[in-house]
């Protein structure tokens, strides 16, 4: 049964740095794409960013030049590397995987039940 597990959350100053991991057990990542996405208290769930089976990454704009997602298909994990962290970056951060070759913010209202495969969240506090 494949299963996402996303770690690495915290609390952390503005302009601080953390580093998501989701590990992505018995996934084959040359056929699954995946992504970040978040939940604040009382907000949608937005996404962040993807990295498609052929590596091409993909990032909202509030985040670009910011975070950093990539894989490695040898230790099974997805990571989100972010930088330069804001109070607004609070929230709690998905990690998810779809056969999709990408899927992004439109994925979650255009297309049901996609992206099909979550992993629990993990909490991301950002002071000020």
């Known amino acids: 049964e494949v299963q996402l597990q996303a770690s690495g959350g915290g609390l952390v100053q503005a302009g601080g740095s953390l580093r998501l991991s989701c590990n992505a057990s018995?996934?084959?990542?040359?056929?699954?794409?995946f992504g970040w996405f978040r939940q604040a208290p009382g907000k949608e769930r937005e996404w962040i960013s993807c990295i498609g089976a052929d590596d091409t990454t993909y990032y909202t704009d509030f985040v670009k030049d910011r975070f950093t997602v990539s894989s490695d298909g040898a230790r099974n994990t997805v990571y989100l590397q972010m930088n330069s962290l804001k109070p607004e970056d609070t929230a709690v951060y998905y990690c998810?995987?779809?056969?999709?070759?990408?899927?992004?913010?439109?994925?979650?209202?255009?297309?049901?039940?996609?992206?099909?495969?979550w992993g629990q969240g993990t909490q991301v506090t950002v002071s000020s």
């Open positions: 018995r996934f084959s990542f040359a056929e699954y794409s």
């Open positions: 998810a995987a779809d056969s999709l070759k990408a899927f992004g913010a439109a994925t979650l209202t255009t297309t049901p039940n996609r992206p099909r495969y």
